[in-house]
Nanobody
């Protein structure tokens, strides 16, 4: 059974930083490309970033390009999202997901105050 446990969300002021984590179990983590998504209240789920199996390749949505960094530690089965210069529009529940699957954790809430 696949489990994804996101953590690291918090309430921060605009301009602040957070580092989200996602611990994955139940699948061979190093064989899975991984995505971060987010969903704000009343809005559709939005793609944030993706990372290849080895971590050599990454891709970001335009709204977070240059501010967020996705990374992974395959020895720890953990995915990360370093978020800098957070803005109120980044407020959402953040989820990790293995690429091409419907597996999903409970998410972690990020709230950015202006």
């Amino acid at each position: 059974q696949v489990h994804l446990v996101e953590s690291g969300g918090a309430l921060v002021q605009a301009g602040g930083s957070l580092n989200l984590s996602c611990v994955v179990s139940g699948l061979t983590f190093r064989e899975s490309a991984m995505d971060w998504f987010r969903q704000a209240p009343g809005k559709l789920r939005e793609f944030v970033a993706t990372i290849s199996r080895t971590g050599d390749n990454t891709y970001y949505a335009d709204p977070v390009e240059g501010r967020f960094t996705i990374s992974r530690d395959n020895d720890k089965n953990t995915l990360y999202l370093q978020m800098n210069n957070l803005q109120p529009e980044d407020t959402a529940v953040y989820y990790c997901q293995p690429l091409g699957t419907s597996y999903r954790g409970q998410g972690t809430q990020v709230t950015v105050s202006s």
